[in-house]
């Protein structure tokens, strides 16, 4: 759906309200970036003024205090003309300044308010302090990541920061949506602990059957990551069709019937490390072997 004309508060700080207010920025949304005087956090990480820049670009940047009279005299009338306010803060805060929804909606009835927790506004973890790492421990995610060193891998990315901001977007188009037919807003809230746990519902059903699981954290020599001559290679062929189009095409057609062995690894491996990414590219052509390279970031925008 179109935001256009749509005006986003966001009081968020860190990735996950920046991520969502982007999200909603994209699609024509005008947002208002909230800071407190002390500046969002995340400028105070290293490297942080590119970060911000990334997440908050094109958008509006106010500074105000919302503990002083002016600030939230000043934040209380761009309350009123906003359709969406986004808030990353732990629960009861905006509370204890008066500024939670039942506060604001009694001034704008139409406002969709939106509160990215991270455990939720009840239970006994609610009022913890806590970051991504830690919603992927508690709702059993990192568990299901490959070992190294005998510890699970942390992710390369903030999965549950990001999956928070998508999911807030989502809420927020959804009571937007909703609006429409009422006139009036609501309170939608994510927590990102449980939107993670419900990530986890496939390997879940998996235990619950006795089942060992799928195996995609490069336990299969069709799901895998392999080095190569120059860099890295990823098979992705979990389809019959496609292993077997693959084994055909790096001449191994003795592992067809090996697709989910995972000693197969080392043989595929023996056979792709002699070459580099460009010359499997040439060998593998538009072929359907679910095989692309590994890029660095710099590779990706180049691609």
């Avoid at 139409?110 to 006994?124: H, K």
């Avoid at 909703?178 to 602990?193: D, F």
């Avoid at 392999?226 to 001449?251: K, N």
Wanted: charged share 20%; aromatic share 6%; with cysteine.
């Amino acid at each position: 759906m179109s935001l256009d004309g749509v005006r986003v508060l966001d009081l968020s700080r860190l990735l996950p309200g920046g991520y969502c207010t982007q999200l909603l920025q994209a699609q024509g949304a005008t947002v208002l970036k909230v800071e407190s005087p002390a500046g969002d956090p995340i400028r105070r990480l290293p490297g942080g003024d590119a970060y911000f820049e990334a997440l908050h670009h094109d958008k509006q940047v106010l500074t105000l205090d919302l503990r002083s009279p002016s600030g939230r005299d000043a934040f209380l009338g761009r309350v009123l003309d906003a359709d969406v306010l986004v808030e990353g803060f732990r629960p009861g805060r905006m509370e204890r300044m008066a500024l939670g929804y039942a506060a604001l909606a009694a001034i704008n009835p139409a406002l969709v308010y939106c509160a990215i927790t991270g455990y939720g506004s009840d239970g006994p973890l609610a009022r913890r302090a806590g970051h991504d790492l830690n919603y992927l421990a508690v709702s059993g995610a990192l568990s299901l990541m490959p070992r190294r060193d005998g510890a699970p891998a942390i992710p390369g990315l903030q999965v549950a920061d990001l999956a928070g901001g998508l999911q807030a977007a989502f809420l927020i188009a959804a009571a937007l949506t909703s609006r429409s037919k009422t006139g009036r807003g609501r309170r939608v809230e994510v927590s990102m602990t449980g939107l993670m746990r419900s990530w986890t519902a496939l390997p879940r059903a998996a235990q619950r059957a006795g089942l060992a699981g799928i195996g995609l954290t490069g336990d299969l020599p069709c799901y895998h990551v392999y080095a190569v001559a120059d860099g890295f290679l990823t098979v992705a062929a979990l389809e019959g069709v496609f292993w077997a189009e693959f084994c055909h095409a790096i001449d191994r057609e003795d592992l067809r019937g090996r697709q989910f062995d995972p000693e197969a690894i080392e043989a595929v491996q023996a056979t792709l490390r002699g070459a580099t990414r460009a010359e499997w590219a040439a060998r593998f052509g538009n072929r359907d072997v679910c095989v692309e390279p590994v890029l660095d970031l710099a590779e990706s925008e180049d691609d």
